[in-house]
């Protein structure tokens, strides 16, 4: 499994413990180092089954800076997924991408079904 994280988002931080916590085994993956394709987020939003709006870190600053609030309901998703695909710090954080399951952000409930389902995808 890919852990793709922030390492100065405290979510992320939380994300990390409860994975070792868990003993789930996992990559690291920093976003901002090596930010998702275009192709890996299509993939991933693909089998997430998530709106695509839900890959877009709302809360960030550059999201806000670029007034994507208003922008994103006129755009394709093509053009979402490449704007993504531009930095790291527009995507929500953290992933969780096993062979079977896309997670984005944090919800431990969600986590915990996820990842005990899929214990042998990780």
């Known amino acids: 499994m ?9 979510t992320c931080k939380k994300a990390a413990d409860w994975l070792k ?10 976003i901002k180092e090596r930010n998702p394709t275009k ?17 877009f870190n709302t809360s960030g600053n550059l999201y806000k800076e670029l007034k ?6 006129a755009m394709s998703e093509e053009e979402q997924l490449e704007l993504l695909s531009t930095d790291g710090m527009l995507v929500k954080r953290p992933l969780a991408v096993g ?8 919800r431990e409930a969600e986590w915990e079904e996820a990842l005990q389902t899929n214990a ?3």
């Not at 192709?39 to 695509?52: F, I, K, M, Q």
């Not at 994507?68 to 309901?73: C, E």
């Open 68 to 73: 994507l609030k208003d922008r994103l309901p």
């Open 99 to 106: 062979k079977d399951f896309v997670l984005v952000g944090f």
């Open 2 to 10: 890919q852990f793709i994280q922030y390492q100065k988002c405290s």
């Open 21 to 30: 916590s868990h003993q789930i085994p996992y990559e690291d993956r920093p």
């Open 39 to 55: 192709e890996e987020l299509a993939e991933w939003h693909r089998r997430s089954g998530l709106p695509l709006k839900r890959f």
């Open 120 to 122: 042998r995808s990780c």
